[in-house]
């Protein structure tokens, strides 16, 4: 009986020290001299799912949602290793890529939407070495759409000189093609960092 009371009191003990120790732990850090930047950004990047060299591959896809005739069909999982250019044209100067994960949720075979994580990584120039995150949903679109057609989506993280990255980036089709799911896109990029 006397190692229960002893035990119980230790317990008590335990549960009424922790809050005053947890309090020790939230104070909020002032941090100093940082200044929030903003930095513009505009360059193409090319996604091509299919030919020889593809820079888009389907990873895996539900058995109850094969559609053959859709580029992209609903529930579909794909991995992506695409080219970042100064130019439109996929041959022009090549400034980095883009690597990550999207999945097509789009029941209408005629549209195309997904949820996309991506991080644009720059190889060359002043942004060497840095690169941001982007993880959104791209809105319903047609496969082929009109070049009125912008798609705001979320920066969410960065490193390198995008450290703690935040914004957003505009995308508007430059080409694309829906028989073999072939885009170009122009993005334009906002950041705010440190």
Not at 66 to 86: C, N
Request: hydrophobic share 40%; proline share 7%.
């Amino acid at each position: 009986m006397e190692k229960q009371m002893v035990f119980a009191w230790v317990m008590i003990f335990c549960l009424a020290i922790a809050p005053v120790y947890g309090q020790h732990y939230s104070k909020p850090i002032k941090l100093g001299g940082r200044v929030e930047k903003k930095t513009r950004l505009r360059f193409f990047y090319h996604d091509f799912p299919g030919g020889k060299n593809p820079t888009t591959v389907l990873l895996a896809q539900a058995n109850i949602t094969q559609d053959f005739f859709s580029p992209s069909p609903y529930s579909s999982l794909y991995a992506m290793d695409d080219p970042l250019t100064i130019g439109p044209e996929r041959t022009s100067t090549n400034i980095g890529n883009a690597q990550g994960l999207y999945i097509a949720l789009s029941r209408d075979p005629n549209k195309f939407t997904a949820v996309l994580y991506a991080d644009f990584a720059f190889t060359t120039g002043r942004f060497n070495g840095s690169s941001f995150s982007l993880f959104s949903r791209y809105p319903p679109t047609d496969f082929v759409p009109s070049p009125d057609t912008i798609c705001e989506m979320a920066i969410v993280g960065g490193r390198g000189a995008f450290k703690m990255a935040k914004g957003f980036a505009l995308l508007r089709a430059t080409s694309s093609n829906a028989m073999t799911g072939d885009a170009s896109l122009e993005v334009n990029v906002t950041l705010y960092h440190y």
